[in-house]
Structures are given as structure tokens and as C-alpha cells.
């Protein structure tokens, strides 16, 4: 976690060499070399005579050529893409020297990275688990009446944990091609169970496939191989078997899974194996795609065959999936239908209803932390009912929206609060150096930029009246401003209160970039702009833009990664 928030909080802080030259990442040389001329005239020291605008100019003028001539050398623009400013300051200079083309640089990059990925592997364990609770809840649609009279006997209906599960594992890389782990399985059912311990290592082989050797102990000796080779770009092979010393004697079994690629996002497997007195085949095919994931399998085997359905809706906006599923086959059929939400970066709550023949109706609830599961089936009738159902589908919804308003809402608000002050504190200086460089630009742009909105007015064109930056009200957008420094202002938070809405003027710069009637401001963070800063460190913030063209009033509010292209016709005011 804390090294996730320390690269949070380099980005934060990192210059954006595009951004400042306001040139889209696949820019040209040419655009590259125009978007330096501007701004290098904008701010030439050369231009000022009074020794603090002087100092100032150099500054800015500086780091606008030390932007240039990043992006236009080849090698330097491909290690600044790849790992931003930190690869020039280190690691970067030796490998220009050993490399040659951008893509050999982003190789060496990528082979470096693997490599401290690797280091930092090797001092961490990686425990996974997961806990089934099964519970018998059939009393409450269908009690059951055996006709005898008890006085013990309770009006409430019998509700009893069934079963329990627990899986847990640790692995703890041992080299860089070698992973070691000790995992262990433990059973119970209705008074009795069983469990099992196994150790495994595994070996990387090359980038082609791995090797694993396991044994355990539980319900008699076990040992077993497993293994993985890659036969070309687009098919794998996967295969286990392993031996097993129990009381009824040898048991051995083998598997083996062949995998191929068919499509840009589908996957087919063919799958056989034998295990005692059971062996199956089946064959797979399956679709993931960014929006939706299909699967149809059909299974051939002793003691069952069935045909499987699955369909996967993905609403990656709202961190929702919907799932639902069809199965048929010699034991019976089962339908199921549900919903996986994400709740939090680690968190993951899901609900299913499985409706079956002979099995019943079983809700099945599941809570997902990290790398560890925590599963509760609930078998809520042995037949198929119309309530059950109902109460299934109904209950977990209900649950969830309680639950989200009075213990998630709050949790997810803290949790971003504290990041967003977090974030502030570790940007404040960085922010008075940023607020310090953009009041010097607007204040190096004011001859600019009363000659452009001279000529932009002498022609009727393009000519920014106001514009705002930051977090700002989207309804009711006009006369919204912010008081106080007319180049660059900021609502400071009264500490007693609630934090007020936070932007900064930006007319001046955005002027400045009109260009032959036309402004166009490219899809990244407009805090790196020249004039421009972050007023409002962790909140969204948008851009507001008021102008006249053709001596008509225009409008438009874009977000702060969003592209901006005026004028447009779109962005007309209609006045009644």
C-alpha cells in the first residue's frame, strides 16, 4: 500500500513534458518543433529588461526547452514514455548508451522492471484463501413434519451450518525461477470431515513453461506432478497426475488440458481426465471481451454428461457484473442468475440464485478481500418454489442497499477523503512552486496577450471572455466565478466549514493559444498548462470557457482530461 500511494503521489507531482507544450503524446516532430517556437518566444528572457521578469522568463523558458528536447530526441521520448521523468534522472543515460532504437528501450525498460518486480517477489509471501460455510435454511419455505408432537419443539424454524470448507495457501518465491508452497484443505459435514496438507515447488523451465512437484498428506500419501508448455504463439498444453495411498488402496489420476487461441478474444479447450472410476471429456469455447464474457461447454463422462451455458454482462462504469447460467445433463438441470459488484479497490461482494432439478433453490453469497474468498451457499428448499425464489433474488438486493448506505458509503468517503488530504499535504510546496511559476507566465503573457485579443476582436473572431479551471458547479455555470486575483484565483476552505469549490482564472493563458481563430487544447491534465495549476489536488475539476465568435456569446464546460476544440456551433448561446 505504501508503495502504491508513493507512485501515486510521483505522478502527482511529475511535469507533463505534452501537456506543457499542449501537443497530443503521438505528436510529430513538427508539432513538436512549432509548439516550442510559440511558447519559446512567449517566454525568451531576451524579451524583458526588468531583472525579476528577466529571472522569470528564464525560468520558465527552461523548462519549456528542457520539454523540447526530450520529446524530440528519439531515445530520450521513448524512456519518458515508458517511466516518465525518473527513467532520465537514473537509469536512463546508461541505456541510451547500450541501445539504439526506441524500441530497444522500452525492451531494456521492461526487462529492468521484471527484474525489481522480481527482487521485490522474493521478499513477499503470497497467502490466498478461501472459507465455505454451507448452510440448511429448507425449514424456512418447507418445514418438515414428522406427525409427533415435542414439547421442545420451537415455532421458529431450524436454521444449521451443514458444512464447512477451508482452503488456505502461502507461496514464497525462493528464487527467481523457483516458488515454493504449503497449502492446506480441511473438510467437515454434518459432524464428520477430513483434511489435507500438501507442499509443491514450483520452476519456471523458460518463457515457454513451468514445472511443479507436490505431495501431501490427509487421507492417505500423495504425490504428483504438474506441468505447463506453451507449443506456439496461439496453444498451450496443461497436464497433472498425481498418486494417492488411501485406505481402499493405489488411486492414481491424470489430466490434461489443450488450449488454443481461435479469435482476437476467444479461447477453446479440450479437457480429459480419469480419475478412479470417474473419467470425463469435455470441450470448451470462450469469449471475453471488454463488455461481456460467453462460455459454452459440453462434458462426455462416467457417472455424468452435461451441456453449460454462461454469459457474463460487464459494466465496467459501475464496477457491476450480471451473470447468469444454463445446465443440463444426465443428474438433472440448474439455472442461475446474479451479480457481481465491486465495492472497494480490494473488495468484492456477489450474490447467486441457483434453481434446480432435483437440487432446489440455493442462494449463494460471496465476499471476495484480496486474495482471500469467504463463500455461504444457503440451500433454501429441495424444491422448485415460487417464493424461495422470490425472497432470494429480493433479500440480497435490499441487504445490499442498506448495508452500502450505512457501513460502504461511509468507509469508500473516508477512504477518499484521507487520500484526497493525504495528496494535498504531500503536494502543498509542490503547489506554491506551481501557483508561483503560473502567476509569473499570466503575468509574461499580458503584451501577448493583448495583442492577440486585439487582432481576434479587429476580426471578429475568436475571443475568450472568461474562463475557469478547477472544481467547479456544473448548473447554474454562468456568473459562477471565483473572487479575488483577477489573473489567478482560489476559494480557500474555511477550516470550521465545508470545503468551498475551488478554481482558478485562466483567460489569460487560453488566449494566449488562440491561434488564426482557432483554440484547440489537447486530452490531458490541463494543470500543466503554462498559467495553469492545481487549485484542488484530489478533486475532479473541470474547464469553463466562455467566449465570443462572430460577436456571439458561446459556452462549453469540459472535463479535465477532456479534449477542447472552439469554436463551435454547438456551444452557441441562444438569447430570447
Not at 463422462?301 to 443440463?328: C, E, M, Q
Request: neutral net charge; glycine residues 8%; charged residues 25%.
Amino acid at each position: 500500500m505504501e508503495e502504491e500511494q508513493d507512485n501515486d503521489d510521483g505522478q502527482l507531482m511529475e511535469d507533463d513534458y505534452y501537456a506543457l507544450l499542449n501537443v497530443p503524446r503521438d505528436a510529430s516532430q513538427e508539432e513538436i518543433v512549432n509548439a516550442y517556437r510559440r511558447l519559446s518566444k512567449l517566454f525568451h528572457p531576451d524579451k524583458h529588461t526588468d531583472p525579476i521578469r528577466k529571472r522569470e522568463a528564464e525560468f520558465l523558458f527552461n523548462k519549456v526547452k528542457q520539454a523540447y528536447e526530450v520529446l524530440k530526441d528519439p531515445h530520450q521520448r521513448a524512456i519518458y514514455d515508458s517511466v516518465g521523468v525518473k527513467g532520465l534522472e537514473t537509469e536512463g543515460w546508461e541505456i541510451i548508451q547500450r541501445t539504439k532504437t526506441p524500441a530497444e528501450i522500452r525492451d531494456e525498460y521492461d526487462r529492468l522492471a521484471r527484474q525489481r518486480e522480481e527482487r521485490r517477489l522474493q521478499q513477499r509471501t503470497n497467502p490466498k484463501g478461501s472459507v465455505t460455510v454451507n448452510v440448511n435454511a429448507v425449514e424456512l419455505f418447507n418445514p418438515y413434519e414428522d406427525g409427533y408432537e415435542d414439547e421442545f419443539d420451537s415455532e421458529w424454524p431450524t436454521i444449521e451450518v451443514s458444512g464447512v470448507v477451508v482452503n488456505q495457501s502461502v507461496q514464497a518465491p525462493l528464487t527467481t525461477r523457483d516458488t515454493a508452497t504449503i497449502a492446506g484443505y480441511v473438510n467437515t459435514h454434518n459432524g464428520t470431515g477430513f483434511g489435507e496438507v500438501t507442499l509443491a515447488n514450483k520452476r519456471q523451465i523458460n518463457e515457454k513453461g513451468w514445472i511443479e512437484v507436490h505431495g501431501g498428506i490427509g487421507s492417505g500419501p500423495l504425490v504428483g506432478l504438474k506441468f505447463l508448455r506453451s507449443l506456439g504463439k496461439r496453444m498451450f498444453f496443461q497436464g497433472n497426475t498425481s498418486i494417492q495411498h488411501g485406505n481402499s488402496g493405489i488411486r492414481g489420476g491424470i489430466d490434461g488440458t489443450l488450449g488454443m487461441q481461435v479469435g482476437k478474444s476467444t479461447m477453446g479447450y479440450f479437457t480429459w481426465q480419469t480419475s478412479g472410476a470417474s473419467s470425463s471429456m469435455s470441450t470448451s469455447v470462450s469469449q471475453d471481451t471488454e463488455t461481456t464474457h460467453f462460455n459454452v461447454t459440453f462434458l462426455l463422462g462416467i457417472p455424468h454428461s452435461y451441456a453449460l451455458v454462461n454469459f457474463t454482462w460487464k459494466l465496467p462504469k459501475a464496477d457491476l457484473r450480471l451473470k447468469s447460467t444454463v445446465k443440463a445433463g444426465t443428474f438433472g438441470a440448474e439455472m442461475s442468475y446474479g451479480a457481481e459488484k465491486k465495492i472497494s479497490e480490494q473488495s468484492t461482494v456477489a450474490a447467486t440464485i441457483v434453481i434446480g432439478v432435483p437440487s432446489g433453490v440455493t442462494l449463494r453469497l460471496r465476499l471476495s478481500r484480496a486474495s482471500q474468498n469467504y463463500l455461504m451457499p444457503i440451500q433454501l428448499c429441495d424444491e422448485v418454489l415460487p417464493s424461495p425464489i422470490f425472497y432470494a433474488t429480493i433479500a440480497p438486493l435490499l441487504t445490499y442497499a442498506i448495508v452500502k448506505k450505512l457501513v460502504i458509503d461511509p468507509i469508500v468517503n473516508e477512504e477518499k477523503a484521507t487520500k484526497r488530504q493525504r495528496q494535498k499535504e504531500t503536494y502543498r510546496n509542490r503547489m506554491a512552486e506551481k501557483k508561483k511559476e503560473a502567476r509569473a507566465a499570466v503575468d509574461l503573457m499580458s503584451n501577448t496577450f493583448a495583442r492577440i485579443r486585439a487582432e481576434e476582436e479587429a476580426r471578429r473572431g475568436l475571443v475568450i471572455v472568461s474562463a475557469e479551471y478547477g472544481k467547479l458547479e456544473l448548473q447554474g455555470a454562468n456568473g459562477s466565478g471565483a473572487t479575488g486575483d483577477p489573473n489567478l484565483r482560489r476559494q480557500e476552505s474555511d477550516d470550521m466549514g465545508p470545503p468551498e469549490p475551488e478554481h482558478i482564472d485562466v483567460t489569460v493563458p487560453l488566449q494566449c493559444l488562440v491561434k488564426d481563430s482557432k483554440l484547440i487544447v489537447h486530452d490531458s491534465t490541463k494543470s500543466q498548462l503554462a498559467g495553469f495549476y492545481d487549485p484542488c489536488v484530489g478533486e475532479d475539476k473541470h474547464l469553463r470557457v466562455q467566449y465570443l465568435f462572430h460577436s456571439q456569446l458561446h459556452e462549453t464546460t469540459i472535463a479535465d482530461n477532456e479534449a477542447l476544440r472552439i469554436p463551435r456551433q454547438s456551444h452557441r448561446v441562444n438569447k430570447t
